[in-house]
């Protein structure tokens, strides 16, 4: 039998060391400790600062409603993807804010500034809403003013003041570039687009219309308005230089720079450029065109042995050039992909020919971390059950090093942890 007394004192003993490593772990070896200088940074998830927190009232939520972008049919994730100029709109904005919908047809955009919310309110339910890829400094809102009735708004941020106003579609976009803002809407018919092309830092200039005059180029299409007079009344009361598109289901536009548009479908793909005060046709050919943003415009085109050949071209200029026949098949189009010279990839972490980026892991360990709040916020609403069945929702925005979490009451904004993903995600998209 071991005396009792050894007993207690080998106890007391272990927990004196315990307590010491306790204390002690934090520090770094040099300066007396026992852990290493720097855990990496896997072992740290887990551990999230919440930057910011808010509270929703019943009946809010992230939500747009009647949103529809002419080029994507298919419903885009509430989450969203980086958050790129490319993407449709998602109603967590950046490190910014939320845009959020309530009862009563009531809407307001809310954001983070200097440690505090700021409320933009409307008195219409949002079906956009987009800060400026450039500054931030600049709020996109469209809204729904009555069936079929729609009005795109530039705010300028914080002050909240209304830069400029026009009738639109359900959708609104910034170029690429953050120098300009695309609006539009369907011309009786529905087979032809009015698009028109909206200064950030400006007051609307002179409503043209293209004319598709340009030498050695195509007559227009039958039916395509090239005098002002020919456009329906809203077309005519819509400012700035506009153009008019023909437009078949599977046709997409992108808008990489302020002066520059690209027109992709069924019958060939053209190049808009912005000359003066009007657009006029830089060049146009056959071809299925795509995007690789924000690298390149990519097209697929019949070569004279009937073999698909594929090109690549700058954004701002058609000057195509060859893609080797055995390179990879390019993914099929998705405003979800950012590419770059030589691949690939999503918020979702799928990939194309990419292994330099490192995997996703954060995404699954957040829905995990802030499981318990998405619980007890379904014991207090009964709400959170229909908007968020299967738990929080989780909007990573990696190029800006935070994610947003909905857990049903509440939508909190946290710091991401700093792995070689987000720095390089950083890089890439900002």
């Known amino acids: 039998m071991i005396p009792q007394r050894y007993i207690i004192a080998s106890l007391f003993i272990a927990a004196m060391l315990l307590l010491f490593a306790v204390v002690q772990a934090p520090r770094p070896v040099s300066a007396g400790g026992v852990a290493a200088v720097e855990s990496p940074a896997i072992m740290n998830l887990g551990g999230y600062e919440t930057q910011s927190e808010f509270r929703l009232a019943e009946g809010w939520a992230p939500r747009f409603q ?34 959020l919908n309530g009862p009563g047809g009531r809407s307001e955009v809310v954001l983070w500034r200097g440690l505090e919310w700021r409320h933009y309110r409307f008195d219409a339910p949002l079906c956009s809403a987009r800060l400026d890829p450039a500054k931030g400094n600049r709020l996109l809102v469209t809204l729904q003013m009555g069936p079929a009735r729609f009005e795109t708004r530039l705010l300028e941020v914080p002050e909240g003041r209304v830069l400029w106003s026009a009738q639109s579609g359900p959708w609104s976009r910034f170029s690429w570039d953050g120098r300009a803002v695309l ?9 032809k687009l009015l698009l028109s092309v909206l200064p950030v830092d400006a007051e609307p200039g002179e409503a043209t219309l293209a ?18 007079e020919a456009l329906s009344e809203d077309g005519q009361d819509l400012p700035g230089p506009r153009v008019e598109l023909p437009w078949r289901g599977g046709d997409r536009v992108w808008m990489p720079r302020g002066d520059r548009l690209w027109h992709g479908g069924a019958s060939g793909w053209t190049l808009w450029g912005l000359e003066g005060s009007r657009w006029s046709r830089l060049a146009a050919g056959p071809g299925v065109l795509t995007a690789h943003p924000p690298q390149r415009m990519a097209l697929v085109e019949a070569s004279p042995g009937e073999d ?9 200029k058609a000057d195509w050039s060859g893609v080797a026949p055995d390179a990879l098949p390019w993914p099929a189009w998705d ?9 690939a990839f999503d918020a979702w972490d799928q990939r194309w020919n990419e292994s330099a980026l490192p995997p996703e892991r954060q995404r699954q360990t957040l829905f995990e971390s802030y499981r318990a709040e998405w619980r007890s916020a379904m014991g207090l609403r009964a709400s959170v059950k229909g908007w ?25 904004m946290v710091r991401l942890v700093e792995v070689e993903r987000v720095r390089i995600l ?3 998209l900002r």
């Open 183 to 191: 609006v539009g809407f369907f011309e009786p018919g529905e087979s």
């Open 211 to 228: 004319t598709w005059d340009e030498p050695g180029l195509p007559a227009p299409p039958k039916g395509i308005a090239t005098k002002a």
């Open 308 to 316: 698909m050949v594929r090109k690549v071209s700058p954004v701002a």
């Open 426 to 428: 950083r890089k890439l």
């Open 66 to 99: 009647g949103a529809q972008d002419p080029d994507q049919p298919d419903a885009w994730p509430f989450e969203g993807g980086f958050g790129t100029p490319w993407e449709p709109a998602s109603p967590y904005l950046a490190d910014q804010g939320l845009a």
């Open 388 to 412: 968020l069945p299967r738990g929080p929702e989780i909007a990573l925005r990696e190029p800006f090093g935070v994610a947003w979490i909905w857990v049903g009451d509440r939508v909190l």
């Open 335 to 343: 405003a979800a992909w950012a590419w770059r010279e030589n691949g």
